[in-house]
Nanobody
C-alpha cells in the first residue's frame, strides 16, 4: 500500500503562485511514478504532470507547460507542484497520484490517490 497526503492548497488571486506538496509513505512507494491531476466541478479528472523519483523524467499536460513545474525531494519522500501565473480556470481540487506505469499515469491508470487539496483562483 502507498499513502499520499497532499497539502498547500488555498485561495490565491489570478497571477499568483502556489506550491502543492504530496508526501508519500508505504514500503513500496518508490516503485511508483508520481503525478498530479485536477478536477473542477462537473468535470472529469484532468492530468497535470508526472515525474519519477529522482526527477529524471517529467511530463506535462500541454496547457500546464511553462506555468507548472513538478519536482521531487527524495530525502523527504515528497513531490511538489509549483504553480505560477495562476488563472481562475485553474480552480479545482488537485490530487496526487501514484502509478506503477509512468507512461500510463496520464490516462489515468493510477494505483493510489491522495485525498485532494482545493485550489481556488480568484479573478
Amino acid at each position: 500500500q502507498v499513502q499520499l497526503v497532499e497539502s498547500g492548497g488555498g485561495l490565491v488571486q489570478a497571477g499568483g503562485s502556489l506550491r502543492l506538496s504530496c508526501t508519500a509513505s508505504g514500503r513500496t512507494f518508490r516503485k511508483y511514478a508520481m503525478g498530479w491531476f485536477r478536477q473542477a466541478p462537473g468535470k472529469e479528472h484532468e492530468f497535470v504532470a508526472a515525474i519519477v523519483w529522482g526527477g529524471y523524467k517529467t511530463m506535462y499536460a500541454d496547457s500546464m507547460k511553462g506555468r507548472f513545474t513538478i519536482t521531487t525531494d527524495d530525502a523527504k519522500n515528497t513531490v511538489y507542484l509549483q504553480m505560477n501565473s495562476l488563472k481562475p480556470e485553474d480552480t479545482a481540487v488537485y490530487y496526487c497520484a501514484a502509478a506503477y506505469s509512468y507512461e500510463k499515469l496520464p490516462i489515468p491508470e493510477v494505483d493510489f490517490w491522495g485525498q485532494g487539496t482545493q485550489v481556488t483562483v480568484s479573478s
